[in-house]
């Protein structure tokens, strides 16, 4: 699938060329492309064909509300991990009965809200936090449907910083005791066992620590269910990975191969929580050149987007491809570090990349479209990027540039 193409040397999202937006809008702005985030997610519901299934998109990929709100609009579920990120389901029409709610620091009145909206399920990921559950449904006269995530301790190999099913991970219940607590889930008052869930990690690229955390964790619903504790549901998580610069990852349908083979004819639906993979290839940062510092040991591109718009790069050493939107051939191509405005050495997007640049031209960074307005800070006191969403050769601004005054809203000045 490829959302952004290069026609007559001029790359655009769909049939609209970036320059309009960049002229319309100004930079640095992400663009994402509906038909591409629409695909990438029937890729999901259709892998999985009849078997009942529910693909839960996780919201802290790209929390934009136009985007969640098409992909309500297609029927997806969502995954969330903080009340916020409900609120936001919930504004742009998503079905709470087909929300699920990860995270290991839920608040009682995070939780209160959920019950109250009557979410689909809590992945649970510790004891302590399944018996505030079971306190807060009990004040409320609800019953709590519940998972547990387990951490299943599989090495997912990806970035330390993004892997998350190791038993040395902040994430989810070892599974060595998760049976105790399932007891424990059953027997409590206002508590009811759903399902079971792991997610292992982020920008996976390979299948089989997936398959190994399956087994495992079937085990444990075979071990369960002679208990007489039923799982209902089985939720994967998700983390397939994207291709950034020459990556591999599966396709949804060899994804949805190994589950469903996973799974050997057991009644469980199946629940998958992909993020990166929907939005992430479906999204660019446009960004305009402001100055070129070329020095005799080393040549910058400083633009107008900067860390605090993409983290990526500085926080993960992330790849990003970096295209010039119309390409020049009046310049030499040299080898530039695509750096930001921002005072930190770390602030940059790509280094040593080879493009022909001249002040004030239009660069598109790729793959751009998950964990890339989200983790957007006003570190310098710059205002947030503006969020546009290309639709049916239109473009729609979906999120405005913060304004400045914004930028100080509820602080007080001292008497
Ligand atoms: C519980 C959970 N589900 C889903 C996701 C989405 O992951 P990805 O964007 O890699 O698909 C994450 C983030 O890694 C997560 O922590
Ligand atoms: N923010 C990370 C992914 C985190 C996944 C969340 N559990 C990234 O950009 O790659």
């Known amino acids: 699938m490829q959302a952004f193409t290069l026609q007559d040397g001029r790359l655009c999202a769909e049939a609209v060329p970036l320059e309009d937006i960049a002229e319309q809008v100004g930079t640095p702005t992400y663009v994402y492309s509906k038909a591409a985030i629409e695909s990438a997610w029937r890729g999901f519901d259709q892998a999985l064909g009849d078997h009942p299934h529910q693909v839960c998109y996780a919201v802290k990929a790209n929390s934009n509300l136009a985007v969640l709100q098409l992909l309500a609009r297609l029927g997806s579920g969502f995954d969330i991990v903080s009340g916020g990120e409900l609120e936001r389901v919930l504004a742009a029409g998503g079905d709470p009965r087909r929300v699920v709610f990860s995270g290991v620091g839920k608040t009682a009145d995070e939780m209160r809200r959920a019950l109250e909206v009557g979410i689909r399920c809590f992945n649970v990921e510790s004891t302590a ?99 007489g504790i039923t799982i209902r549901h089985l939720d994967v998580g998700g983390g397939l990975g994207i291709r950034y610069r020459d990556e591999t990852p599966p396709a949804a349908e060899d994804y949805a191969r190994v589950l469903l083979d996973g799974l050997q004819g057991r009644d469980l639906e199946l629940l998958m929580e992909p993020g990166r993979a929907v939005v992430g290839n479906a999204g660019v940062l446009i960004t305009r050149v402001q100055y070129l510092k070329d020095g005799s040991e080393q040549r910058f591109a400083v633009v107008d987007a900067a860390m605090n718009d993409l983290l990526r790069p500085s926080l993960y050493d992330g790849w990003h491809a970096i295209t010039p939107v119309r390409p020049r051939a009046d310049t030499d191509t040299l080898p530039w570090d695509i750096v930001g405005p921002v005072c930190e050495t770390g602030d940059f997007l790509g280094k040593q990349r080879e493009l022909a640049l001249a002040e004030g031209d239009l660069l598109a960074v790729h793959s751009a479209g998950a964990y890339g307005f989200v983790m957007a800070s006003n570190y310098n006191t710059r205002p947030r990027p503006a969020e546009v969403l290309v639709a049916g050769g239109c473009h729609h601004l979906v999120r405005e540039r913060e304004p400045l005054r914004a930028l100080w809203r509820g602080e007080h000045l001292l008497d």
């Open 129 to 227: 936090e399944l018996s505030r559950l079971n306190r807060v449904a009990g004040e409320l006269r609800l019953t709590a449907p519940v998972s547990l995530r387990v951490n299943p301790d599989v090495d997912a190999r990806t970035h330390p910083y993004i892997s998350t099913g190791l038993r040395e991970n902040k994430f989810g219940i070892d599974i060595r005791e998760a049976e105790a607590i399932y007891r424990q889930a059953a027997n409590a008052a206002h508590l009811s066992v759903e399902g079971v869930d792991f997610h292992i990690g982020s920008q996976l690229t390979d299948l089989s620590p997936i398959a190994d955390a399956l087994e495992r964790v079937l085990a444990l619903v075979d071990r369960l269910a002679a208990e």
